[in-house]
């Protein structure tokens, strides 16, 4: 492929972290390789806003500078309105690929249900653009070794792989989630399936320098069999894998349809 193919791809970039986020810049870096990007993300962080929109106030874009010289759109919006207003017209054309993260900290089993940056990618299959959401594993890593740019090298394989296939079928994205791999050790992937709770919850409870009570819901990371098993994400990431996990808009259990047939009737309410 020549160097002005490659030129007339179009990459739009999202996260949920905030436009000044480490790993988005990263990702912006790395996927410039492969074509012309376009950044526009929140102008601060909407970690666990879910599929959150913006129906009800004007959204606001503003063009800001990267640290790498570049321009990207700062919205007011969650992520998945990022991706809206970039597909309804705010870019020139149509992507050809979407790519939400680097995320700091793993979207994992059912809890992606909860994560911003899988939302902007969904909305980009919602539209029928590819789209990949990926995370890092911030919380194993040191704090003085946050090296996004190992996620981001393996986004740009994996961006260059799906640039140069067919598209993925419609209605489906793909969730990555990169170790922590000190070392420089090879990153090797396994295709996987959600696993189950990626996190208990439990309450902390205190009270403020003015004496009212307060609510904190928090979690820990679970691991092993009460994470989902074997095939999993969960798993993947356990045993030191890049996972990827292709997920369908379509929550409908089509399984169960035939079952619950006979529901129909009984439910009937007569005039």
Known sequence: MNGEAKQERLILITNDDGITAPGLLALKRSLNSLGRTEVYAP???WSAASRTRTFHKPLRVDPVPLLDGSVGYATSGTPSDCVSLA???L?????????SGINAGLNLGRDVSYSGTVAAAMEGARSGVPAVAVSYDTLQAPSDDLDYDRAADFLRRLAGFL??????PPGILLNVNVPYSPGGRTLRTRLTRLGGEAYSNYLVTGKDPHG???YWITGDPLTGASAGGSGTDIEAIAEGYVSITPIHLDMTEHALLTELRPWEQELDLAA
């Open 163 to 168: 640039l140069d296939r067919p598209p993925l």
């Open 87 to 89: 597909l309804l017209g």
């Open 91 to 99: 870019l020139d054309r149509r992507p050809d690929l979407i790519v």
């Open 43 to 45: 102008d601060r962080n």
């Open 212 to 214: 009212r009570e307060y």
